[in-house]
């Protein structure tokens, strides 16, 4: 049983776990947790080295180290040091970070523009993936989406979907051939009056600040939904599903 916090191992995956710049330089991210590490697992994604407590299924790890994936059994004290949680789930695993590519003939995009919630993140990832999304397009200054509370949000939707961070021309360029869609609560087109059957792109911006001038530029229609009269605004992450799943209806 692996007991030393200074093992370098244990040193890596609290530093991937706790600091953004950590990810990038390592090209690797933690993640936590049965579901999630099995998820990665399942997408093709092959763990650097798993961790794990006594309260972990035998038969799992009989299934990791059949892989010639490294497995330590850990001290509880070690797995509270690593974990993001208050309550550890007993194993987590270092995997590299995803490297996707955009899609070459863009039809259904979703652009974040300067989301800085890790768990909305998370959330729009899930929708997304849900929903048929091509591909998340981050805005530079979006939060990191291989943040732990992002990771735990998506659900997986982060092996499953392309997410690509990019500077705004990059992402004007790329949506160049594409409808772009702005969401706004004082739009001019009504969501679900909106033609969402043609290829489009979707911008949903921060909740605290609204769409940056570079999504306004980028836009050309903005929708919104009707809400109840007194109600100011939806949460990002529940606008962008009903405007997805709406455009997922259309087609």
Avoid at 48 to 65: D, K, N, P
Avoid at 185 to 202: C, F, I, K, M, P
Avoid at 216 to 225: D, E, P, T
Wanted: aromatic share 6%; with cysteine.
């Amino acid at each position: 049983m692996l007991t030393s916090l200074q093992n370098e191992e244990v040193k890596l995956a609290h530093a991937l776990q706790t600091q953004p710049k950590a990810r990038r330089k390592e090209g690797k991210i933690v993640l936590e947790g049965v579901r999630l590490v099995c998820d990665a697992w399942e997408q093709g994604l092959h763990p650097e080295f798993v961790f794990y407590t006594a309260s972990v299924s035998e038969s799992l790890i009989v299934g990791f180290t059949n892989q010639n994936v490294p497995t330590t059994l850990v001290s509880d004290e070690v797995m509270r040091h690593v974990s993001d949680t208050q309550q550890p789930q007993g194993i987590i695993g270092v995997f590299p970070m995803p490297q996707p590519a955009m899609p070459p003939h863009p039809e259904r995009i979703l652009i974040l523009d300067a989301i800085r919630d890790p768990g909305n993140m998370g959330t729009m990832l899930r929708t997304a993936a849900g929903a048929e999304v091509q591909a998340v397009l981050l805005s530079p200054d979006c939060v990191d989406p291989y943040n732990p509370k992002a990771l735990r949000g998506g659900m997986g939707a982060h092996f499953r979907i392309p997410i690509i961070e990019c500077r705004w021309d990059g992402i004007a360029a790329y949506c160049e051939e594409l409808t772009v869609y702005l969401a706004d609560t004082e739009g001019d087109v009504r969501y679900d009056q909106a033609d969402w059957s043609a290829a489009w792109a979707l911008i949903i911006g921060s909740e605290a600040h609204g769409a940056s001038d570079e999504a306004r530029q980028l836009a050309q229609s903005r929708v919104y939904i009707p809400l109840a009269a007194e109600t100011e605004s939806l949460n990002a992450a529940v606008a962008t599903g009903i405007l997805l799943f709406e455009a997922m209806r259309q087609r």
